[in-house]
């Protein structure tokens, strides 16, 4: 499933974890994180659904290297002829196959969903190309990159400054409300750094997990 959210941001939809990425329609058409794997074709077909041809791909961001994030990231590099751009700590569990921490659980939701998350999706990644350009302070077109640590290794959000938009990635979600994303590597870094999120100015906020929010985005942060 795929439905526009906001003027230029296509929300796709992967149910196997309940997991968004999006198609940004930004100074080049980019793909921020790819879903689950085995499932590519919801992205192509996404593509196809606006006018786009896969070739229009001009970026692949990845929010951090968690499978249903990064899931599609080798076959949507390889359909669309695009970069992959990761942040340097997660650079390692994309391109070496090194097996990722198992996450523990940050909120009291998080207690059930990490034993699920432990058996539901795989810990490693078929090895696949990328440039490690994500650091803090980095402008990536116009997104701006923002470190968040806590949640995995290497995490970034990306800063979409001109539009208003923060894309959080598993910094935040909104399953049942705005927070901290349940299962963290770190939760105690985690939670600290959901608070520090509303430090930044955006009105927008779309998240791995959980609906967008369109206005007020960053007060919800603060809380």
Known sequence: MARVIL?????????????????V????????DTGTPGAAERVLGALGGVGL???????????????????????????????????????????????Q???????????????????????????FETEASLVDGAQV???????????SAGHVSLLWEERGILFAGDAAANITAVGPHPAAD?????????RRLGEHRFDSACFGHGLALRERAAERFRG
């Open 7 to 23: 003027p230029g941001v296509l929300q796709v939809f992967f149910p196997r974890a309940l997991v968004n990425a999006y198609l």
């Open 25 to 32: 329609r930004a100074d080049v058409p980019t793909i921020i």
């Open 53 to 99: 041809r896969p070739g229009d791909v001009g970026r692949i961001l990845l929010t951090h290297a968690h499978a249903d994030h990064a899931g599609n990231a080798a076959e949507l590099a390889g359909a669309t002829g695009a970069a992959v751009h990761v942040a340097p700590g997660a650079a390692p569990f994309v391109s070496e196959r090194r097996e």
């Open 101 to 127: 921490p198992r996450p523990q659980a940050a909120t009291p939701i998080g207690h059930g969903l990490v034993q699920y998350v432990k058996v539901a999706l795989p810990w490693t990644l078929d090895p």
């Open 141 to 151: 077109g116009p997104f701006r990159v923002v470190d968040t640590p806590g949640h």
């Open 186 to 194: 770190d939760p105690d870094l985690s939670r600290a750094t959901f």
